[in-house]
Nanobody
Framework: QVELVESGGGLVQPGGSLGISCAAS????????MGWYRQAPGKQRELVAD???????NYADSVKGRFTISRNNAMNTVYLRMNSVKPEDTAVYYC??????????????WGQGTQVTVSS
């Protein structure tokens, strides 16, 4: 079994910065990709950013130039640095990982979510 544990999040003022992190633990053979999704009230969950094993990165257009995703492969951890945050960035942020647990078995896993609120 695999567990994703998120940390960080909280309240930040518009224009400010905040970082969140997610650590994967358990039966991990190889991580395919890790990333962040978010879900605001009344809206669908959407991709914020992800990073694959080769270092390839995707960002949502809404966060390009403001958010930075990075990964510590040795610690199976992914980070999201959020700069110049806006009220519309307010959401529950979920860690996501696609992981091989052995040579052939892979699944998608989700963290419990961490609240990010941008407000003055």
């Amino acid at each position: 079994q695999v567990e994703l544990v998120e940390s960080g999040g909280g309240l930040v003022q518009p224009g400010g910065s905040l970082g969140i992190s997610c650590a994967a633990s358990g039966t991990i053979f190889r991580i395919i990709a890790m990333g962040w999704y978010r879900q605001a009230p009344g809206k669908q969950r959407e991709l914020v950013a992800d990073i694959n094993a080769g270092g390839g990165i995707n960002y949502a257009d809404s966060v390009k130039g403001r958010f930075t995703i990075s990964r510590n492969n040795a610690m199976n951890t992914v980070y999201l640095r959020m700069n110049s945050v806006k009220p519309e960035d307010t959401a529950v942020y979920y860690c996501n990982a696609r992981i091989y647990t052995d040579y052939v078995s892979h699944n998608e896993y989700w963290g419990q979510g961490t609240q990010v609120t941008v407000s003055s």
